[in-house]
Nanobody, 114 residues
Framework: QVQLVESGGGLVQPGGSLRLSCAVSGTIFSINAMGWYRQAPGKQRELVATISVGGSTDYADSVKGRFTISRDNAKDTVDLQMNSLKPEDTAVYYC????????WGQGTQVTVSS
């Protein structure tokens, strides 16, 4: 059974940075495009960044230029570097395949507040 384990969240001031990491167990990682999603209180989960097997990336307009997604196919991990964080980035962050085909993990809480 594939498991997703997100880590790296925390409390940060506006303008600060965090790096999230997602470990993917199982053998499916190398054949799937991956994504980072987030869900803010009272809102639907949204896709914020994706990365293909070959490393091509795409971002939601709200995070473009501030977030960078990367993957390590040897370690089965996908990271999200978040810079210039804003209060509206506050959410629980999750990873999954680009089509969200896996059971969701616990996520990692990111809180941006002064």
């Amino acid at each position: 059974q594939v498991q997703l384990v997100e880590s790296g969240g925390g409390l940060v001031q506006p303008g600060g940075s965090l790096r999230l990491s997602c470990a993917v167990s199982g053998t499916i990682f190398s054949i799937n495009a991956m994504g980072w999603y987030r869900q803010a209180p009272g809102k639907q989960r949204e896709l914020v960044a994706t990365i293909s097997v070959g490393g091509s990336t795409d971002y939601a307009d709200s995070v473009k230029g501030r977030f960078t997604i990367s993957r390590d196919n040897a370690k089965d991990t996908v990271d999200l570097q978040m810079n210039s964080l804003k209060p509206e980035d506050t959410a629980v962050y999750y990873c999954n395949t680009r089509r969200a085909t896996l059971t969701w993990g616990q996520g990692t809480q990111v809180t941006v507040s002064s």
